[in-house]
């Protein structure tokens, strides 16, 4: 069961250790989840290749993705956000540690839920 | 074909005279739409009921969604997110309208990339 009332700015987790990844929701082809993040990047040999549609958006501090093939730079601060289609290999190149950076990202597609 | 980036406080319309929607995404079984609003309520007689499953969050300002049967009162400022079940009667039941309410709404379900 969903909850249906939270607060995406509070009881979020220390990110010092590892980045966090939360569930807000969870439908059959729909996720959405919190993540915070506090200056943890994506080892370049190792992209992110997913099998849905990732939508984010910068709630809070500041990132950089680095879409692969062709290679393309976002910069985002809060309010900016970035769709990245399924299969698109992606890196997440910076993300500022204090404040830490809170995401929001919406994953869609028959997989999405399954997680 | 869906923009690959935005930011949800620019571009902003002025929504004095009506609510405006954006869609910010448009995918087959996913739609995440900005919603600015002024001051508008919905009419009590008119509640919103959808096949879609929604998903609001308050980006800025603050609002009130009312769901019925049973009634149940969400007072929602920045950062606060409400899960509204596909089928559930509901009513917004204030928007503060200066600085405006911007909302962030993602639709989920079979119809929701239909609009």
Redesign the interface.
């Known amino acids: 069961m ?9 009881g979020c987790p220390s990110a010092t250790q590892a980045e966090q990844f939360e569930d ?2 969870k ?1 059959p ?2 996720r ?1 989840e919190r993540i915070v993040s506090a200056g943890q990047t994506t080892p370049s040999n190792q992209p992110y290749k997913q099998l849905e ?1 990732e ?1 984010v ?1 910068i ?1 809070q501090g500041e990132a950089e993705v680095t879409l692969l093939e062709p290679k ?1 730079v ?1 910069r985002l601060t ?6 990245i289609p399924a299969g698109r290999k992606h890196l997440v190149t910076y993300t500022q540690a204090e404040p830490v950076t809170i995401w ?1 990202a ?1 994953f ?2 028959v997989s999405a839920g399954a997680r």
Do not use: K, M, P, R
């Open positions: 969903n909850e249906l009332f939270g607060n995406v700015f509070t807000l929701l439908l082809n729909c959405i549609d939508w958006l709630l393309a976002y809060q309010g900016d956000h970035l769709f929001l919406v869609s597609g």
